[in-house]
């Protein structure tokens, strides 16, 4: 399975600034995906991060408060702008490709806004 | 209604005993199954994933889809502490975006 790592694995951050979540992957991949998962809850799909084109985001998600890059196959960013309280869960990167069709996650990272 | 159903428990059985974890869901588009193992501040792990009814067994564990129930299965055999987490189910069409149950945690006593 791919290798995925992930920056920063945590922090905490004041509200109304921006945190920009790296994920990074050892091997080239067809999709990368973006998950929050709030305190308590399961996981939730934010967007489909795609290589070189604007991201496709769920319902309840939109660009200029998750703004997602994808550059090439193995690297992507999210930023969680203006930030609030509500937004402090558990941002995760996923990806599928490579020798299978499955899904691999990332380990995580974890926001605290105060 | 929520697309996929899971009871979050939490679930404690003794080391040794048979663990079975279950979610039923409403989309009958879901083509692609799987259980994930996500241990406490870690990401999920991959543990089963299939696309088709019947079972599927990987060692101590056993992954059952019902189609046309919309149910699914997880078994764990001779549970080992070392089980202890929170098991996601979650399940696709066939376009890699996942809708996730909300999770059992289990813990498995010595």
């Known amino acids: 399975s791919a290798v995925i790592s992930q920056k920063p694995s945590r922090d905490i951050c004041q509200r109304g600034t921006s945190l920009t979540i790296q994920c990074q992957v050892d091997s080239q991949v067809t999709m990368m995906f973006w998950y929050r998962q709030q305190p308590g809850q399961s996981l939730t799909l934010i967007a489909t991060a795609n290589q070189g084109s604007e991201a496709t985001y769920e319902s309840g998600f939109v660009i200029d408060k998750f703004p997602i890059s994808r550059p090439n196959l193995t690297f992507s960013t999210l930023t969680v702008s203006n930030m609030s309280p509500e937004d402090s869960s558990i941002y995760l990167c996923?990806?599928?490709?490579?020798?299978?069709?499955?899904?691999?996650f990332g380990p995580g990272t974890r926001l605290t806004v105060l | 209604q929520k697309e996929v159903e899971q009871d979050p428990g939490p679930l404690s059985v003794p080391e040794g005993a048979i663990v079975s974890l279950n979610c039923t869901y409403s989309?009958?588009?879901?083509?692609?199954f799987m259980w994930y193992r996500q241990y406490s501040r870690k990401g999920p792990e991959l543990l089963m994933y299939?696309?088709?009814?019947g079972n599927k067994e990987d060692g101590r564990f056993t992954a059952q889809v019902d189609k046309s129930s919309k149910y699914i299965s997880l078994f764990i055999r001779d549970s080992q502490p070392s089980d202890s987490a929170t098991y996601l189910c979650a399940m696709s069409q066939n376009d890699y975006k996942l809708s996730f149950g909300a999770g059992t945690t289990v813990t498995v006593r010595a």
């Open positions: 989309n009958s588009a879901f083509q692609y």
């Open positions: 299939t696309y088709s009814s």
């Open positions: 996923s990806v599928v490709g490579g020798a299978s069709d499955t899904q691999y």
